[in-house]
């Protein structure tokens, strides 16, 4: 009998058979070709189907081009799941988003995959291995070594405990399930907020005892899907604040300055919230000082300022600086700005 070798194959009288390589160590080892691995699964939801169809035939010509063979899945549950911001939300089991972008869309967040419509042989190519390389990459550590779900029981309410996870996580997206409510999503870096019950409950909801939240990243689908009906983060952060005074936070030795005017027409206010917010709008005051117009209690103003530094409304400085700070000349009438109007208007 004739034996011959050719490299992984061996010929038996002229049949060619596959013969196992042998492995000599991981110097020898060479990664699994594209085609010898299941592929990938991508889903997809809010496509139409020109797109599906396109995105089909893209997959065939791409073939064992991409760094892992990919291929249509059946419903949402993939390890890709490519969906649109007018998608209706829904469930689904893909560990990674990517967004289809029509028209003028942008991303909402820096790092989160897209594909630009007219869809295009190259931008499908580029999506899939980078979905690729985030999928073989290990799952990132939670900052100090916590875990992603964080489950709350002492005895506070939520919106104190979103005061401090605010505050100690400017960069996580939170999803925050809430008994007898619904759930609520805050997106910290995109600087937006979604409830998927009535906003008149919103604040019943915050002072709601019996809630469970978790980290998810800021490209998750179920964030994803809701940014079309997602609301400006600080009309959240703004009731949390008024509900809660900073968490260990003593105001002595502290005064406080506006950097920005808080939108009243959007954030609930009382009018003392004008008075006061006047009068810190070119100046720091102390709780002391702000106390001394009247109008509000000494746990109301700190609740306030409290509001106001969630949303990134505040300087602070030592007290010193109060008196430091001389009260600025009024500017003509016809250069006066909103902070010198209003400062007229309260007589401040």
Same mark, same amino acid.
């Given at each position: 009998?004739? +034996?011959?070798?050719? @490299?992984?194959?061996?010929?038996?009288?002229?049949?060619?058979? &596959?013969? $196992? *390589?042998?492995? %000599? !160590? #991981?110097?020898?080892?060479?990664?699994?070709?594209?085609?010898?691995?299941?592929?990938?699964?991508?889903?997809?939801?809010?496509?139409?189907?020109?797109?599906?169809?396109?995105?089909?035939?893209?997959?065939?010509?791409?073939?064992?081009?991409?760094?892992?063979?990919? +291929?249509?899945?059946? @419903?949402?549950?993939?390890?890709?799941?490519?969906?649109?911001? &007018?998608? $209706? *939300?829904?469930? %689904? !089991? #893909?560990?990674?988003?990517?967004?289809?972008?029509?028209?003028?869309?942008?991303?909402?967040?820096?790092?989160?995959?897209?594909?630009?419509?007219?869809?295009?042989?190259?931008?499908?190519?580029?999506?899939?291995?980078?979905?690729?390389?985030?999928?073989?990459?290990?799952?990132?550590?939670?900052?100090?070594?916590?875990?992603?779900?964080?489950?709350?029981? &002492?005895?506070?309410?939520?919106?104190?405990?979103?005061?401090?996870?605010?505050?100690?996580?400017?960069?996580?997206?939170?999803?925050?399930?809430?008994?007898?409510?619904?759930?609520?999503?805050?997106?910290?870096?995109?600087?937006?907020?979604?409830?998927?019950?009535?906003?008149?409950?919103?604040?019943?909801?915050?002072?709601?005892?019996?809630?469970?939240?978790?980290?998810?990243?800021?490209?998750?689908?179920?964030?994803?899907?809701?940014?079309?009906?997602?609301?400006?983060?600080?009309?959240?952060?703004?009731?949390?604040?008024?509900?809660?005074?900073?968490?260990?936070?003593?105001?002595?030795?502290?005064?406080?300055?506006?950097?920005?005017?808080?939108?009243?027409?959007?954030?609930?206010?009382?009018?003392?919230?004008?008075?006061?917010?006047?009068?810190?709008?070119?100046?720091?005051?102390?709780?002391?000082?702000?106390?001394?117009?009247?109008?509000?209690?000494?746990?109301?103003?700190?609740?306030?300022?409290?509001?106001?530094?969630?949303?990134?409304?505040?300087?602070?400085?030592?007290?010193?600086?109060?008196?430091?700070?001389?009260?600025?000349?009024?500017?003509?009438?016809?250069?006066?700005?909103?902070?010198?109007?209003?400062?007229?208007?309260?007589?401040?």
């Amino acid at each position: 009998m004739r +034996v011959s070798i050719m @490299g992984n194959q061996q010929s038996f009288d002229g049949r060619v058979v &596959d013969r $196992p *390589p042998v492995l %000599h !160590g #991981a110097a020898d080892e060479r990664p699994a070709p594209a085609e010898a691995m299941p592929p990938l699964r991508l889903a997809l939801h809010g496509l139409t189907d020109d797109e599906i169809s396109i995105l089909d035939a893209i997959l065939r010509v791409l073939g064992e081009r991409t760094a892992r063979r990919w +291929v249509l899945a059946d @419903g949402r549950d993939g390890d890709l799941l490519l969906t649109t911001r &007018d998608a $209706p *939300p829904g469930r %689904h !089991g #893909a560990p990674l988003t990517a967004l289809l972008l029509r028209d003028d869309e942008r991303p909402a967040v820096p790092d989160e995959l897209v594909l630009q419509a007219p869809l295009r042989v190259m931008a499908v190519l580029d999506l899939l291995n980078a979905a690729h390389d985030r999928l073989r990459q290990p799952a990132a550590p939670t900052p100090g070594g916590e875990q992603a779900r964080i489950e709350v029981d &002492d005895g506070r309410s939520l919106a104190a405990a979103l005061s401090r996870l605010v505050e100690r996580r400017p960069e996580q997206a939170l999803r925050v399930r809430i008994v007898g409510h619904g759930t609520l999503y805050l997106c910290l870096k995109a600087r937006i907020y979604h409830c998927d019950f009535p906003r008149e409950r919103f604040v019943d909801a915050l002072n709601e005892h019996r809630f469970v939240v978790t980290m998810i990243p800021s490209s998750a689908a179920e964030l994803v899907v809701r940014l079309d009906s997602a609301r400006a983060l600080d009309e959240a952060l703004w009731q949390i604040g008024l509900i809660t005074a900073a968490d260990g936070v003593s105001h002595a030795g502290r005064a406080y300055r506006l950097t920005r005017w808080p939108d009243f027409a959007r954030l609930p206010h009382r009018p003392e919230f004008l008075r006061l917010c006047a009068a810190m709008s070119r100046t720091h005051r102390s709780v002391d000082a702000l106390v001394a117009l009247g109008g509000l209690q000494r746990g109301e103003v700190e609740h306030l300022l409290h509001a106001c530094a969630l949303c990134g409304y505040l300087d602070v400085a030592p007290q010193a600086a109060e008196l430091a700070s001389p009260h600025p000349a009024s500017a003509p009438a016809s250069r006066a700005g909103l902070f010198d109007r209003l400062r007229k208007r309260f007589g401040l």
